[in-house]
């Protein structure tokens, strides 16, 4: 079976995850999916399937060939549930012309204009929706190429290759189900996310990320009577965003600048609240941008009195570089492996965090590979037929170069 077949049958899964929720997974329809997983996985001959209570899917190839580190490959069940994801309705487009693509509810168009990237894919073959939901690619895409790599290394025990574990997660869109991640059941010493975009890109570098809550705390006085006595805790929070600087905001960056972004507010007289996401791929700059927002805490509690802000800051990830540099080798067999598959390597920096950021920071080095699909979390989101097979070819490339020499 191939690739893009699995795909278009998991698109029948409607998996999106809900950051309302507290369980792990957050909804029901994870574990449908994993469920139909570990079938699919026994049935492929993966003696050792299995689902655990929070959802996560575990599998084993065993080794053909001497190993001495264990691989993991891993892709995550949910899709958002920011954009339609139910009654998924996919279409084919065959030997791609390289033009604008209407999609099947008549208005949706797929247009090398606005992706330019599109131009690449001419001759090949593109799976596309209707233009009415997602596709949910990211990252049903990684999971069916894992899937297919598995068939293919079972069909063929002389492909020589290590231990491999295999892990399907749940809950990464809303970014809490890699925190119920069990290192000592993945038991692995080496691990990739397969949940990237074009296939060659070997992502190892992401931003460093905290959130800031701010508290205001006001004065109500009757404003008839209000002068020189009342604190407008809701106008001392304006205040406060406007001294942030206007260029640090997502909306004026891109490539490796950083920023500031506020994501929530909420305010009256009494009391006012907001809430900033900040990221920078450099540590220190990142430091600099939370000192920033400690200054004007302090400048506002200067003018306002003491208590008037405060000022929460929290860690949320850290730029998984700082674990893979040390495990370079990680990124080179993935850039081997994609030359083999006939691509050619590239790491961007990557504006986001990602589930292999957090788990590199749990001790497993885990570099994230392209899955061959692009527009994520958006209705204009598909998968290349020929680049997911070339994704699969990837993974088998990179299972073979971890064998002992
Ligand atoms: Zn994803």
Redesign the pocket.
Request: glycine residues 12%; charged residues 55%.
């Given at each position: 079976m191939k690739a893009y077949e699995r795909l278009i049958a998991y698109t029948a899964f409607p998996t999106a995850s809900d950051e309302t929720k507290e369980t792990c997974p957050s909804t029901p329809a994870q574990l449908v999916f994993a469920d139909a997983l570990v079938k699919e996985m026994k049935a492929l001959g993966i003696a050792d399937a299995t689902r655990n209570g929070l959802g996560f899917v575990y599998g084993t190839l065993e080794a053909t060939a001497p190993y001495r580190e264990t691989l993991a490959f891993l892709a995550?069940m949910d899709v958002v549930d920011t954009v339609p994801y139910e009654n998924i309705r996919t279409a084919l487009i065959e030997n791609y012309d390289g033009g604008e693509v209407l999609l099947a509810d008549g208005t949706s168009r797929l247009s090398p204009a606005d992706f330019p990237f599109l131009a690449g894919y001419k001759g090949e073959t593109l799976l596309v929706t209707d233009g009415t939901t997602l596709l949910g690619a990211?990252?049903k895409a990684?999971v069916a190429e894992i899937m297919t790599m598995a068939e293919t290394l079972l069909a063929h025990p002389e492909i020589p290759h290590g231990k491999i574990r295999i892990c399907f997660t749940p809950d990464?869109?809303i970014g809490s189900g890699i925190l119920h991640i069990d290192v000592k059941e993945l038991a692995a010493d080496a691990a990739y996310t397969v949940?990237g975009g074009a296939f060659g890109e070997v992502d190892y570098e992401t931003f460093n990320a905290s959130s800031a809550h701010v508290a205001f705390r006001g004065k109500s006085i009757h404003p008839g009577s209000a002068k020189d006595r009342m604190i407008n805790a809701a106008r001392v929070a304006m205040e406060f965003d406007s001294m942030i600087p206007e260029a640090q905001r997502p909306e004026h960056t891109e490539g490796r600048d950083g920023f500031y972004h506020l994501i929530g507010m909420e305010g009256e007289i009494e009391n006012a609240a907001l809430d900033y996401i900040l990221r920078d791929h450099d540590l220190g700059i990142l430091k600099s941008r939370e000192e920033t927002l400690s200054r004007i805490t302090d400048f506002l509690n200067a003018k306002y009195g003491e208590g008037a802000v405060t000022l929460t800051v929290k860690e949320s990830y850290r730029n998984m570089s700082e674990k893979i540099l040390p495990a370079f080798y990680l990124v080179e067999r993935a850039y081997d492996a994609i030359r083999e598959a006939g691509g050619e390597p590239s790491s961007p920096p990557v504006r986001g965090g990602?589930d292999g950021s957090r788990l590199s920071f749990m001790g497993v080095p885990c570099p994230n590979l392209g899955t061959g699909s692009h527009n994520?979390h958006g209705k204009l989101e598909f998968a290349v037929v020929e680049e997911m097979d070339k994704c699969v070819a990837q993974l088998i490339g990179i299972a073979r170069r971890f064998v002992e020499r």
């Open positions: 995550h990211d990252d990684g990464e869109e949940d990602t994520h």
